[in-house]
């Protein structure tokens, strides 16, 4: 319609900033703040960069400028992995039992927990739509449950996000109860129960006498055996594991865990409640920890090796974030609460390997009831409540007083050669998860990392990282290692065959 009017291109090419100085001093200024939040991303500040070149050259000289940066990004390796990581989101929801059955009815679900996993699956669950009943086991932890819930919303409305109006309408789905009879007629079970086995299955065997045939039962564990859990019940085919992310309204992964017994159409209809719920699903199989919490295991011991052998906890966590996590490893610790890892070491005592190198900084700092942010200490002091620690020099006490324990000498570590191990450490687990059918293909390892674990997206995650860094120089680096102890550093056998032939992980991304 323009051009049949004969319109001419309209250019403000004469327009001109009043204060240059202040545009550009301002310009400076958010150039830095974006830095600092993109994290080594840097699209971002390659668009600051055009619109200074708006403020400072002309018209046509801005546009070929805008052009110039424009390609630099296409040509970049963070293209590459922030493409990946678009199409691998995509293709998890791919899996064998997609073609196998569809999904079972769901519209009315229960949650079993009102912590602050419970209240977060249960928000998730009414912000999909659904009908949702809380089972608490008495009557002020089911308050406790209903106000961790009404929180959430209340948050929103403060934040003039939500009115009371559409909090009171989504609430009208929500029904708070200490009777397990209350869900006999529920399509679909989560439990968020404390993370131990007997009280986990003294909960399924309640279910299975409560709930109607074919009801769907899951569980949230993070770590345990989801076989034996199911065993527990006289109906295994319909039990699997939804392993959320804490908090579970907002973080994006779901590890869908597959136990051996269970039927198609439950694995389907997991899929359906992931997307119902906006998350990103994962399959992944039955062994302590899963893909994600088994990788982080193995990578974490890594961090506490060269934490023993030399490198402050600080530094550590300083060089993971130089790579583009938004926190390293001791960070965690302190935000997630030392006691639960605490925790699962003392589980696995019994079964860890003698032989096998064991750090204790963590446990000493433990058994002082540090416990990271919760009590105002752990591997960082927290003074008056703040969420950003301090480093401890106790801490780099107990640091020096294991180490001297076990006659170690400490030596310097470059953040070059901190991320070196690490990474190293994450990529070979994840092939071992890969090889033994943890995991579908190495996107799932990716997908997982990048929506639940802080991986840097512009790298595309764990895997495609090792492809972009070449996986001969990743199994050159674990070779090097392995002569300094060759049981942790055991190269996974899936890297060295696809060294051998040539090939990279992505390749198997498309055999999948």
């Not at 690490?422 to 990392?449: H, S």
Request: net charge neutral; aromatic share 8%.
């Amino acid at each position: 319609e323009l051009l049949a009017q004969g319109a001419q291109p309209r250019r403000t090419r004469d327009l001109k900033i009043a204060d240059q100085a202040a545009a550009l001093a301002e310009l400076d200024a958010l150039a830095l703040e974006t830095a600092k939040k993109t994290r080594g991303l840097f699209s971002p500040g390659k668009i600051v960069e055009c619109v200074r070149a708006a403020v400072e050259l002309p018209f046509d000289e801005g546009i070929a400028k805008e052009r110039a940066l424009f390609v630099e990004c296409l040509n970049s390796p963070q293209r590459q992995g922030l493409v990946h990581a678009f199409f691998a989101e995509r293709e998890t929801a791919k899996i064998p039992e997609a073609q196998a059955a569809a999904p079972r009815h769901f519209a009315k679900i229960a949650i079993i927990g009102g912590g602050t996993m419970g209240a977060g699956i249960t928000v998730a669950a009414l912000d999909a739509g659904l009908t949702v009943t809380m089972i608490e086991r008495d009557a002020e932890s089911i308050a406790r449950g209903q106000k961790n819930v009404e929180k959430v919303y209340d948050g929103l409305i403060a934040k003039g996000r939500m009115t009371a109006e559409g909090k009171a309408a989504i609430l009208a789905r929500y029904t708070p109860s200490t009777r397990y009879d209350d869900i006999a007629d529920v399509d679909l079970v989560i439990e968020a129960v404390f993370e131990d086995l007997e009280v986990k299955k003294a909960v399924f065997k309640e279910l299975d006498r409560v709930c109607k045939p074919g009801a769907v039962l899951a569980t949230n564990t993070s770590y345990l055996d989801i076989d034996a859990i199911a065993a527990a019940t006289s109906r295994p085919q319909d039990v699997i594991g939804l392993h959320f992310f804490s908090p579970a309204n907002i973080m994006k992964l779901l590890e869908i865990v597959v136990p051996a017994k269970v039927a198609p159409d439950v694995v389907t209809t997991a899929f359906a409640l992931a997307k119902k719920m906006k998350k990103v699903p994962v399959r992944a199989g039955v062994c302590d920890g899963f893909i994600g919490n088994r990788i982080l295991a193995v990578y974490k011991q890594a961090a506490d090796y060269l934490m023993e052998d030399g490198a402050s906890p600080y530094e550590i966590d300083e060089a993971v974030r130089g790579f583009g996590f938004a926190m390293g490893p001791f960070q965690v610790t302190d935000l997630a609460g030392g006691d639960i890892g605490w925790a699962t070491r003392k589980r696995r005592a019994a079964t860890r390997d003698p032989q096998a190198r064991y750090v204790e900084v963590a446990d000493r700092v433990c058994e002082r009831g540090w416990f990271g942010q919760k009590t105002g200490r752990g591997f960082y002091l927290y003074p008056q409540g703040a969420r950003v620690g301090q480093p401890d020099p106790e801490v780099l006490a107990i640091v020096d007083a294991e180490r001297a324990k076990k006659g170690i000498t400490p030596r310097q570590f470059t953040a070059d050669e901190i991320m070196r191990r690490y990474m190293a450490a994450m990529v070979n687990e994840g092939a071992k998860v890969v090889q033994e059918g943890i995991a579908l293909r190495p996107l799932d390892v990716d997908v997982t990392f990048l929506s639940g674990y802080g991986f840097p997206r512009w790298r595309g995650g764990p895997m495609k990282w090792a492809d972009m860094t070449g996986l001969d120089k990743v199994l050159a680096d674990i070779r090097a290692f392995e002569k300094e102890d060759p049981l942790f550093w055991k190269p996974a056998p899936l890297l060295e065959q696809l060294v051998a032939e040539g090939r990279n992980f992505d390749s198997l991304n498309k055999a999948a």
